[in-house]
Structures are given as C-alpha cells and as structure tokens.
C-alpha cells in the first residue's frame, strides 16, 4: 500500500538564500501537513551518509561537500500520494527542465543546488525520515 508521507530538506543553496520561509509556504498551500521539521548543520560524514547510495556517482564527492556546506532544513510530509505529488511539486532534478512554477523553477540555481530534496519511494521516504528524526518527534 502506497503510504501517505515523503522526506524533504531545504538544501543549503536555498536556505542561504533566505528561501526556506517561501519554499514551507508552498508546500503547505500545496496541502502537506508538517508532521516534522528541525533546522541543522549535516556534517560531511552525515551527508556521506545519507547520500551513500549515490556513492559511485561522479557527482558524489560535490553533492557530499555541497550538502554539508551551510546548514538545511530537514521535514517530514504528510499527504495523500505522498510521493508523487511532492516529486510533482518540486520538478526536475535540473532546474532547467523542471517545469513552471515548480519549487526547483522558482528557487534552484543548478543542477546541484537545487533549492530541495524529496523521497523516490516509500521505502526511501522510511529511511531518510528516520535518519532524521525518532518517532517522538513526529506529529
Ligand atoms: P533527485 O531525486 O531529484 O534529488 O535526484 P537524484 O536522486 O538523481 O540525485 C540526488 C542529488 O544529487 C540531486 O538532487 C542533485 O543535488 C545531485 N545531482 C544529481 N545529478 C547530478 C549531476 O549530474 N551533477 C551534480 N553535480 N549533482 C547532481
């Protein structure tokens, strides 16, 4: 069964760039409920982390030193079709090809600072919320 919660940060691009207050905006005028949120700085060991499954990719080394470069903002959604509708949401990895109106349109300047992070998959959305985030902080 499809589950009704998806992962996303705030990435460091974006936060630097005071987006953070527009981009949680969007995504509650979008109808996600906050069922968690906390403000923090991912160490290069934590980004590695989170990003291992990226590992072997060339971009690996630039995404870890890109995440762990100024602090994010890390949250779980909740939403009927969770998943999908987030990823619609935020558009295309590359900015360039992700459609009007889409956060990565409005807030991303590349293909690396994309301005957010959302799940792929329930089972991903699982992992990445509780690499954040213990059940006693979840709402
Ligand atoms: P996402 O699910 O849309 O975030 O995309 P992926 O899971 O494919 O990639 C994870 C993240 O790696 C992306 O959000 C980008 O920040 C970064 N990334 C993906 N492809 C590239 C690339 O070709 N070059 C660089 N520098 N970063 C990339």
Redo the contacts with the bound molecule.
């Keep these: 069964m499809a589950s009704n919660r998806t992962f996303t940060m705030v990435k460091p691009d974006a936060v630097a760039a005071g987006h953070t207050g527009a981009i949680i905006d969007q995504i509650i005028k979008s109808g996600f409920k906050l069922v968690a949120m906390k403000y923090l700085f991912l160490s290069p060991e934590k980004a590695g982390q989170f990003y291992a499954v990226?590992s072997e990719r060339p971009?690996y080394k630039?995404?870890v030193a890109f995440m762990s470069s100024g602090p994010i903002v890390a949250a779980i959604l909740e939403k009927d079709n969770a998943i999908e509708d987030y990823r619609k949401l935020i558009g295309a990895?590359d900015p360039t090809k992700a459609e009007a109106g889409t956060i990565r349109n409005l807030f991303a300047k590349s293909?690396?600072a994309?301005a957010v992070?959302?799940s792929?998959s329930d089972e991903n959305a699982q992992i990445e919320g509780s690499f954040f985030f213990s059940a006693f902080e979840q709402f």
């Design positions: 990226h971009f630039d995404l990895t293909i690396d994309n992070h959302g792929d």
